[in-house]
């Protein structure tokens, strides 16, 4: 028996894998690439899911169940993740309505916000926009009522239990705290996203 | 070249777009029917997946300043050569000099303009298609743009029309329930499956918006962010479905319903804005 929760069928090409927590969704995505099955054409984790797509038909419930317990079994031996450090500013338009919302200053806020260990969860919304889980229970405020229409790339945002950067300027409702300039998605690059899903964060105030 | 005269309201670069780049936010993208836009392309001699143009509504008007071959499929749409209506599903010669011109389509929404050798385009993650949520790939036609075809090689198969049925004017798309349908009453499996639902205007390569009944949920807890699969029909706290096509988000937080199944993908990507449609569930 594999660890999964649920396997469900999401279409006749894909199947929805529900886990216990990110961190099984990463040891089952990696597993899952290191063994990459014929016509296995999408693994894209969730939260706490992993969605797999194939070119042609889903294979049976089953197999897919054989499957998982084959990446599982490989994925013991999956080397230690990513780390990478990012010089953020606490600079964003955001920073003082939230600091008070978390009944903290912003000083507060921020020593708050660095002392986290990060990990990418998963990605999605736009290229390379990173979901980073691990923040401090106390800073989750609600996305915006209104989305903003243009938030600046590398804007460094928080909302419920995420912290991202905007990979590029595009709408967004996250609450804007400060800023960092590393390019965070770059097509022509390999990978062409600096943060994948798993790799452990640590932001570091300039 | 081809010199482009008029844009039409839509025109992009696709082929079968850039699959194994979801976990990195990158949706798939490509033609939003890929079968006619292989049609075409096997029409002319090409590679199925050579990069052709994709139309929406209103076509483009084109200038050869080199003889070319041609296959239009996809939509009904008028298109005229130097003012003579040519065959849709089939290939012809434009000499150099002559306009092509298609008008709007009469069923379905995309039409595909296939030339032989393929449009030349810079491939971005291995795919010349336009993914228009992302922003990558070549930017949608505007007037005056030349385009450049690549070498020709393949065999041009001899056939003189395509058997292939237009798009329909009330489609019946078939639908696998799930990935989410448990956060849906029984009620909204049989609402969506027994009422005829309307395109709305509000929809684009991203996804499809439905107008009809309320799908109701029986969970009104928030769903965490996991991958959409191409197809999914999602509900968002409106109530209201949304079909997602080529360009579509690769994670999501709305319940998805139900998936359409992958041999109705294409009629999807030919729903029309105002147009009324039919899901049956498998």
């Known amino acids: 028996m594999s660890n999964a929760r649920s396997i469900r069928r999401a279409g006749d090409r894909s199947v929805l894998i529900e886990l216990d927590g990110n961190e099984a969704v990463q040891r089952l995505a990696a597993g899952l690439e290191a063994s990459r099955s014929e016509g296995l054409e999408e693994i894209v984790p969730g939260h706490e899911t992993l969605l797999l797509v194939w070119s042609e038909a889903a294979p049976a419930v089953a197999e897919v169940e054989q499957l998982i317990s084959g990446a599982e079994r490989s994925a013991k031996a999956i080397a230690e993740p990513d780390r990478i450090a990012l010089t953020v500013r606490y600079d964003g338009p955001d920073l003082e309505p939230i600091a008070a919302f978390c009944g903290l200053s912003t000083e507060q806020l921020v020593a708050r916000h660095l002392a986290c260990d990060y990990r990418v969860g998963f990605i999605g919304f736009s290229p390379g926009f990173a979901y980073l889980l691990g923040g401090d229970p106390a800073l989750q405020p609600p996305r915006l009522a209104e989305p903003r229409t243009n938030v600046p790339a590398g804007a460094l945002a928080i909302a419920g239990p995420y912290t991202a950067i905007y990979p590029r300027s595009s709408p967004g409702g996250w609450n804007l705290i400060g800023s960092c300039d590393e390019p965070i998605f770059s097509a022509e690059k390999n990978p062409p996203a600096l943060l994948t899903a798993g790799t452990i964060v640590r932001l570091v105030a300039k | 070249m081809i010199e482009v005269i008029k844009s039409g309201a839509l025109t992009t670069i696709q082929d079968l777009g850039r699959p194994g780049f979801a976990q990195l936010g990158i949706p798939r993208s490509g033609a939003g029917d890929r079968?006619?836009?292989?049609?075409?392309?096997?029409?002319?001699?090409?590679?199925?997946?050579?990069?052709?143009?994709?139309?929406?509504?209103?076509?483009?008007?084109?200038?050869?300043?080199?003889?070319?071959?041609?296959?239009?499929?996809?939509?009904?749409?008028?298109?005229?050569?130097?003012?003579?209506?040519?065959?849709?599903?089939?290939?012809?010669?434009?000499?150099?000099?002559?306009?092509?011109?298609?008008?709007?389509?009469?069923?379905?929404?995309?039409?595909?303009?296939?030339?032989?050798?393929?449009?030349?385009?810079?491939?971005?993650?291995?795919?010349?298609?336009?993914?228009?949520?992302?922003?990558?790939?070549?930017?949608?036609?505007?007037?005056?743009?030349?385009?450049?075809?690549?070498?020709?090689?393949?065999?041009?198969?001899?056939?003189?029309?395509?058997?292939?049925?237009?798009?329909?004017?009330?489609?019946?798309?078939?639908?696998?329930?799930?990935?989410?349908?448990?956060?849906?009453?029984?009620?909204?499996?049989?609402?969506?499956?027994?009422?005829?639902?309307?395109?709305?205007?509000?929809?684009?390569?991203?996804?499809?918006?439905?107008?009809?009944?309320?799908?109701?949920?029986?969970?009104?807890?928030?769903?965490?962010s996991e991958g959409i699969a191409h197809g999914a029909i999602q509900v968002p706290a409106s109530g209201q479905p949304i079909i997602l096509l080529a360009d579509h988000p690769t994670t999501g937080g709305y319940p998805v319903i139900a998936v359409i199944a992958s041999a109705d993908l294409d009629a999807a990507g030919q729903l029309r804005p105002g147009q009324q449609l039919r899901f049956a569930l498998s």
């Open chain 2, 35 to 224: 079968g006619s836009l292989k049609l075409a392309n096997r029409l002319v001699g090409n590679a199925e997946g050579a990069a052709a143009l994709e139309c929406t509504l209103i076509g483009p008007s084109l200038l050869f300043h080199d003889d070319a071959l041609v296959a239009i499929t996809g939509a009904e749409i008028p298109a005229l050569l130097d003012g003579e209506q040519m065959a849709l599903n089939s290939a012809f010669s434009a000499a150099a000099g002559s306009l092509l011109e298609l008008a709007t389509t009469s069923a379905g929404l995309r039409s595909y303009i296939a030339l032989r050798g393929g449009i030349e385009a810079e491939p971005v993650m291995g795919s010349m298609s336009s993914d228009l949520l992302s922003g990558l790939g070549p930017a949608p036609l505007t007037a005056g743009q030349m385009l450049a075809t690549g070498p020709s090689a393949g065999e041009v198969p001899a056939i003189g029309v395509a058997a292939v049925a237009a798009p329909a004017d009330e489609p019946l798309l078939r639908v696998i329930p799930g990935p989410r349908e448990d956060w849906f009453g029984d009620r909204a499996l049989e609402l969506l499956a027994k009422s005829s639902w309307e395109v709305s205007s509000d929809s684009n390569r991203s996804g499809a918006r439905l107008i009809g009944p309320e799908l109701p949920r029986v969970r009104s807890d928030d769903l965490l």
